[in-house]
Every structure is written in C-alpha cells, then in structure tokens.
C-alpha cells in the first residue's frame, strides 16, 4: 500500500516561515507529478503548487515569491517551504501526487493534511 504522510504544520505568527513536508511510502516505483493544495475554513480546497517529475514548478499568484516547492526524490518527499506568511495562508495543506507503485497506479493520490494556523 503507497500513501502520501504530510507533516510540519503548526501555528506561526504573520510574517513567519514553515516547511511542510509530504513522504510518500510503500513499495514505489516512480513518483510523478505532485502538488500541495490548501483548503481554508470554509472553502473549497484550492490549487497552490505543482512539481513534475522533472522539477518543474508552478505557484498561484497569491503565493508567488513567498511559498517554494520542491522535492526529493531519492527520500521520496516534497516539501513546500513557506515565508512571509499572512493570515489568509491559514488552511489545511494537502500534498496530491501521482504514483506507480510496484503492484498499482495510484493516480491522484492524497495525504491526510496538515494545519497550518497564521495568526499573532
């Protein structure tokens, strides 16, 4: 069984930084493009980032030139380093990937999330 375990939320003050990370596990042959999504309170879950297999990277225009993402393939882990963080960046932060597994495809596959809290 793959799955997808996000870790490094937490409570921050505005203007602070987190890093989140996203670890696949299972038995894993290839993992291809991933991407954080983030769901505020009361609103649908929402696009952030992207990464392709080939270290491509995409931002929505609200996290442009303060969320990074990456990723490590030989840890199987994503990461999403966060700065210059505002209170509307508070959400619950998913990580989504596409993955071949030795036994299955897990197309589309989710993390459980984590909470990210940006108040003072």
């Known amino acids: 069984q793959v799955q997808l375990v996000e870790s490094g939320g937490g409570l921050v003050q505005p203007g602070g930084s987190l890093r989140l990370s996203c670890a696949a596990s299972?038995?894993?042959?290839?993992?291809?493009?991933m991407a954080w999504y983030r769901q505020a309170p009361g609103k649908q879950r929402g696009l952030v980032a992207t990464i392709t297999s080939g270290g491509r990277t995409t931002y929505v225009d609200s996290v442009k030139g303060r969320f990074t993402i990456s990723r490590d393939d030989n840890k199987n882990t994503m990461y999403l380093q966060m700065s210059s963080l505002k209170p509307e960046d508070t959400a619950v932060y998913f990580c989504?990937?596409?993955?071949?597994?030795?036994?299955?495809?897990?197309?589309?596959?989710w993390g459980q999330g984590t909470l990210v809290t940006v108040s003072s």
């Open positions: 299972g038995s894993i042959l290839s993992i291809h493009d």
């Open positions: 989504e990937a596409d993955i071949i597994g030795r036994a299955a495809k897990y197309l589309g596959l």
